[in-house]
T-cell receptor, first 113, second 113 residues
Framework: SQTIHQWPATLVQPVGSPLSLECTVE??????LYWYRQAAGRGLQLLFY??????ISSEVPQNLSASRPQDRQFILSSKKLLLSDSGFYLC????????????FGEGSRLTVL | GDSVTQMEGPVTLSEEAFLTINCTYT??????LFWYVQYPGEGLQLLLK?????DKGSNKGFEATYRKETTSFHLEKGSVQVSDSAVYFC????????????FGRGTSLIVHP
């Protein structure tokens, strides 16, 4: 099965600073990749998804961006963080030929002060 | 579009009690259905799945049956343990060619000794 690595696991950043969260996938090739944010209260908000290298779809307009420079690498970025960007960020992967389930990383907790 | 509705939580039970978490869905086509579990501070992990009508998914004592006639996928466990305390998400795989899974809002389960 797949393994999803996310880092950093925790970070505290000042408002206006840049952000880079990285996600890498092992155990599959050509997956669909997803970035979710989970604010306090549990619900998952889909931010971006990608069906291939360089192909990014945005679900929510905001000051975040995503990139997929390699097949199994997915990066979430911001040039200037806002307080409202605080949350728990989850990367997920789905095989096209698999059962359709998502494999999640352990998450990155971002606090913007 | 696709949607998933889960019962509101938190659900609070005593150890060894019977658990039911309701989940209903709307979707085009016949998507796969999933239950994910999220333990505190962690990412989501697949608990069980069902890929077609009348399939029963099961894992770790949890069960759910894909009911097309009632568009439901209720999660059950006969005897919960303290270690089952977590947030449970019902989800459906993308249907009608969509790459985007749809998640419910999550149901928090608290099990007391």
């Amino acid at each position: 099965s797949q393994t999803i690595h996310q880092w950093p696991a925790t970070l505290v950043q000042p408002v206006g600073s840049p952000l880079s969260l990285e996600c890498t996938v092992e155990g599959t090739s050509n997956p669909n990749l997803y970035w979710y944010r989970q604010a306090a209260g549990r619900g998952l908000q889909l931010l971006f998804y990608s069906v291939g290298i360089g192909q990014i779809s945005s679900e929510v307009p905001q000051n975040l961006s995503a990139s997929r420079p390699q097949d199994r690498q997915f990066i979430l970025s911001s040039k200037k963080l806002l307080l409202s960007d605080s949350g728990f960020y989850l990367c997920a992967s789905r095989e096209l030929a698999g059962g359709g389930e998502l494999f999640f990383g352990e998450g990155s907790r971002l606090t913007v002060l | 579009g696709d949607s998933v509705t889960q019962m509101e939580g938190p659900v609070t039970l005593s150890e060894e009690a019977f658990l039911t978490i309701n989940c209903t869905y709307t979707a085009t086509g016949y998507p796969s259905l999933f239950w994910y579990v999220q333990y505190p501070g962690e990412g989501l992990q697949l608990l069980l799945k069902a890929t077609k009508a009348d399939d029963k998914g099961s894992n770790k004592g949890f069960e759910a049956t894909y009911r097309k006639e009632t568009t439901s996928f209720h999660l059950e466990k006969g005897s919960v343990q303290v270690s089952d305390s977590a947030v449970y998400f019902c989800a459906l795989g993308g249907s009608g060619g969509s790459y985007i899974p749809t998640f419910g809002r999550g149901t928090s389960l608290i099990v007391h000794p």
